[in-house]
């Protein structure tokens, strides 16, 4: 079974902190994904990659940047937090299998930023 | 802009009933999936459908893929308080970029 870990299912931070959220999967799939998830607005996708130290903005990347040095973590990272970031954040990965791309999630990490 | 709908957004309804929830679009993608997720959780996928027309079934759940590959449904028959979730369509376009829809609420009450 593909297993994706985030780091933390609860976190609360401080308006002007910085912010990590760790990604963790463990079958070797080359794509991972960061989305917001909100009320009413669904899953939006913040940024992913398709490759070790590669990433691409998603549709919402601003107030965000991402690190991948390894192909199994990715890394989502709030430079200076603020309120309207307060959300449900959710990582994937994905890979080409049997001719079909398919997402895994993991549990996700609801953020509150006071 | 939502390029997936799905209706309804929230459904609540009595065990046993049947009931049916849409997904549709303007574009075609070339394939689709559907997602459960349940409060507090990260979604699980629970099918995905490639070809125009394509039926799958997953015990009391059929899933459609319309022939034109735009939209998408998903029928669930007795329903159990245990279907209690958000569901979610996810489109895969050409450029193995997905796209949600905004999910669709159910409530099975006992």
């Known amino acids: 079974d593909v297993k994706v870990t985030q780091s933390s299912r609860y976190l609360v931070k401080r308006t002007g902190e910085k912010v990590f959220l760790e990604c963790v999967q463990d079958m070797d799939h080359e794509n991972m994904f960061w989305y917001r998830q909100d009320p009413g607005l669904g899953l939006r996708l913040i940024y992913f990659s398709y490759d070790v130290k590669m990433k691409e903005k998603g549709d919402i990347p601003e107030g965000y940047s991402v690190s991948r040095e390894k192909k199994e973590r990715f890394s989502l990272i709030l430079e200076s937090a603020s309120t309207n970031q307060t959300s449900m954040y959710l990582c994937a990965s994905s890979t080409l299998a049997g001719g079909l791309y398919e997402q895994y999630f993991g549990p996700g990490t609801r953020l509150t930023v006071t | 802009t939502q390029l997936l709908e799905q209706s309804p957004q929230f459904l609540s309804i009595q065990e046993g009933e049947n009931l049916t929830v849409y997904c549709n679009s303007s574009s075609v993608f070339s394939s689709l999936q559907w997602y459960r997720q349940e409060p507090g959780e990260g979604p699980v996928l629970l099918v995905t459908?490639?070809?125009?027309?394509e039926v799958k079934k997953l015990k009391r759940l059929t899933f459609q893929f319309g022939d034109a590959r735009k939209d998408s449904s998903l029928h669930i028959t007795a329903a159990q308080p245990g279907d209690t979730g958000l569901y979610l369509c996810?489109?895969?376009?050409?450029?193995?970029?997905?796209?949600f829809g905004s999910g669709t609420k159910l409530n099975v009450k006992p």
């Open positions: 996810a489109g895969l376009d050409n450029f193995n970029k997905f796209y």
């Open positions: 459908v490639v070809t125009g027309g």
